[in-house]
């Protein structure tokens, strides 16, 4: 049967939910018989999904990406919080020489007697001196720019050999911009992810051109339908961000006690969440012949919850524990998922990843083991890290070569 054209559409998430993406990639890897994640025929991602979806599409496998968090690996640099967190300083400078004029006419006000001052009336005045954002994506962009141009990798979208489309939003107009496509296609990769990864507030917005850049969240958290407009018949989408079903909490520990940091976690992911599902909903309705599956943790996952979604420090516990709830999903599914892509011309196989979730238990909390039985194809390698993760990805392409011979 001849294979359906295939997508994997990635949501944002912030450095939480790109360590579980990675981990689901990692998962899904081990699923797919005779292909992996390389092989999508195309690739949307917004925000940190856009980041993971252009390594994907330049050939660098899940496994690579997961090491790539805690070491640096086949000529890629190991991803540090100085690449990420880069102060916006030159801004912030400019910035705050308005602070002395802002508060001289809040004074003036004061002593005048031009009726009370609020605290509103304060933190107005006070966010003329404010910058556009507390950190710059300046490193990040020199970080990928170097990544993607190793050998065999392109920064540029027409090098790809399939289309990559990563999803932004013009911040004049609340525009969504579809960078990789007209009148965007010849923006650089790596300029086209930070673009797209510029929380508000958290990050600068991105100059390009004449037009500034912020989150693609902001537009929607996954862009199904730019999939679709590319011919895709089934489409794997992961999401990262869910709201927390908390009804059965402990007394004093509902999210409203937990504080405005809780509440605001919450509130964002209720919306991103609910967007998300309106947009799956229409799609659905408008393209019947499309099958989606939709990958994100469970309603009840505390671990997603709560930590931080722009924590450096939990990467590989994210890491695994993507991993972890996506093939026990898998697994219980397994059925359902074998008839649904033997439809569009795929075979799979659960044994990889069963080895691999009994890997994972027996490695428990020990950090070596954990990264081997991640990073490795089914068995739990003794070697050093780096060997055990250069093997795999042998194996990995020696399998892919015997199986283009056998077509």
Not at 2 to 8: E, F
Not at 33 to 60: K, M, P, Q, R, W
Not at 338 to 343: A, H, P, T, V
Not at 358 to 368: F, I, M, P, Q, R
């Amino acid at each position: 049967m001849q294979r359906s054209k295939t997508a994997l559409v990635l949501a944002g998430g912030g450095m939480a939910g790109a360590a579980y993406e990675i981990g689901s990639l990692c998962a899904l890897d081990q699923l797919f018989d005779y292909a992996s994640v390389n092989e999508f025929d195309i690739y949307v991602g917004t925000s940190a999904g856009g980041l993971i979806a252009a390594c994907i599409a330049n050939n660098i496998s899940p496994r690579t990406l997961l090491s790539v968090l805690d070491s640096s690996m086949l000529g890629i640099e190991q991803l540090e919080p100085h690449h990420l967190f880069s102060f916006n300083l030159e801004h912030m400078l400019r910035r705050v020489q308005r602070l002395p004029h802002a508060l001289g006419a809040v004074f003036q006000r004061l002593v005048r007697g031009q009726g009370p001052l609020s605290v509103l009336d304060l933190v107005e005045a006070i966010s003329e001196g404010l910058p556009s954002g507390v950190y710059d994506t300046l490193m990040l962009e020199r970080y990928l720019r170097s990544a993607l141009a190793l050998p065999g990798r392109s920064n540029r979208f027409a090098d790809l050999p399939k289309p990559l489309r990563i999803v932004a939003t013009e911040l004049d107009s609340g525009e969504r911009a579809v960078f990789g496509q007209p009148p965007l296609q010849d923006v650089p990769i790596s300029l086209a992810v930070c673009a797209s990864a510029a929380i508000p507030i958290f990050y600068r917005p991105v100059r390009i051109g004449d037009h500034d850049y912020i989150d693609g969240g902001i537009r929607g958290t996954a862009s199904l339908d730019v999939a679709i407009e590319l011919g895709a018949e089934l489409i794997v989408c992961i999401n990262p961000l869910v709201p927390f079903d908390n009804r059965n909490h402990a007394p004093g520990h509902s999210i409203r006690d937990e504080g405005m940091q809780q509440i605001g976690n919450q509130v964002f992911r209720t919306f991103i969440h609910a967007g998300l599902h309106y947009h799956m909903k229409q799609v659905r309705r408008r393209h019947p012949n499309v099958d989606i599956i939709l990958i994100e943790p469970s309603r009840s996952d505390n671990v997603m919850f709560n930590d931080n979604t722009m924590r450096y420090e939990t990467r590989m516990k994210i890491a695994r524990h993507g991993y972890e709830s996506v093939a026990n999903h898998l697994n219980a599914h397994y059925t359902y998922y074998c008839e649904l892509m033997k439809r569009h011309g795929m075979q799979i196989s659960n044994e990889r990843i069963s080895q691999d979730l009994h890997n994972l238990a027996v490695a428990g909390d020990d950090v070596h083991h954990m990264r081997a039985a991640l990073a490795t194809d089914g068995s739990l390698h003794t070697a050093p890290a780096g060997l055990a993760h250069t093997l795999a990805e042998l194996d990995r392409l020696l399998t892919r070569l015997e199986a283009d011979r056998v077509t």
